[in-house]
C-alpha cells in the first residue's frame, strides 16, 4: 500500500509540473504558477554565477514582467529528472531549458490539504 501512494503522489506531482510549473513558465502566466506555489516559498540559488534569492512575490514579479518564452519563440524544454516522496514531503529535481539559460532545479514540495505545492526553489544556471 505505501508504494502504491508513494506512485499516486509521484505521478501527481508529475502531474502538476507539467499542467502548472511548466506551463506556466513557458506561458509567462502567474495565475497559472500560482496552483503550484506555496505562498511562503522562498527561491535560492544562482543564474550565471550570480546569487539569487526571492520571495514567490518577487519571482512572479519578473515573470509577469518579462517576455514569455512562448512569446519570443526561444526553446523551451522541461524535464522532470526524478521526484522522491516520504509521506507528505517531496522533492522533484527538474531542467528547465529556456532562452539562453539552463537550469537545474530541485523543487521541495509539501502535500497541504491534498494538494501537491511547491514550498522551496533553488536553481541553478549550468553550462550546456
Same mark, same amino acid.
Given at each position: 500500500?505505501?508504494?502504491?501512494?508513494?506512485?499516486?503522489?509521484?505521478?501527481?506531482?508529475?502531474?502538476?509540473?507539467? #499542467?502548472?510549473?511548466?506551463? !506556466?513558465?513557458? #506561458? !509567462?502566466?502567474?495565475?497559472?504558477?500560482?496552483?503550484?506555489?506555496?505562498?511562503?516559498?522562498?527561491?535560492? !540559488?544562482?543564474?550565471?554565477?550570480?546569487?539569487?534569492?526571492?520571495?514567490?512575490?518577487?519571482?512572479?514579479?519578473?515573470?509577469?514582467?518579462?517576455?514569455?518564452?512562448?512569446?519570443? !519563440?526561444?526553446?523551451?524544454?522541461?524535464?522532470?529528472?526524478?521526484?522522491?516522496?516520504?509521506?507528505?514531503?517531496?522533492?522533484?529535481? &527538474?531542467?528547465?531549458?529556456?532562452?539562453?539559460?539552463?537550469?537545474? #532545479?530541485?523543487?521541495?514540495?509539501?502535500?497541504?490539504?491534498?494538494?501537491?505545492? &511547491?514550498?522551496?526553489?533553488?536553481?541553478?544556471?549550468?553550462?550546456?
Amino acid at each position: 500500500m505505501k508504494m502504491e501512494t508513494s506512485q499516486q503522489d509521484s505521478l501527481a506531482i508529475a502531474q502538476a509540473l507539467e #499542467e502548472y510549473y511548466f506551463k !506556466g513558465i513557458y #506561458e !509567462g502566466d502567474i495565475n497559472i504558477l500560482k496552483n503550484i506555489y506555496h505562498p511562503g516559498t522562498l527561491l535560492f !540559488g544562482d543564474v550565471k554565477g550570480q546569487p539569487y534569492a526571492k520571495t514567490l512575490d518577487q519571482y512572479l514579479d519578473g515573470v509577469k514582467n518579462r517576455q514569455s518564452v512562448k512569446d519570443s !519563440g526561444k526553446p523551451f524544454k522541461g524535464t522532470i529528472i526524478s521526484i522522491d516522496v516520504v509521506n507528505t514531503i517531496a522533492m522533484a529535481k &527538474i531542467h528547465v531549458k529556456m532562452y539562453e539559460f539552463n537550469y537545474d #532545479e530541485f523543487l521541495s514540495f509539501h502535500k497541504i490539504n491534498n494538494r501537491w505545492m &511547491i514550498v522551496n526553489k533553488m536553481l541553478t544556471d549550468i553550462a550546456d
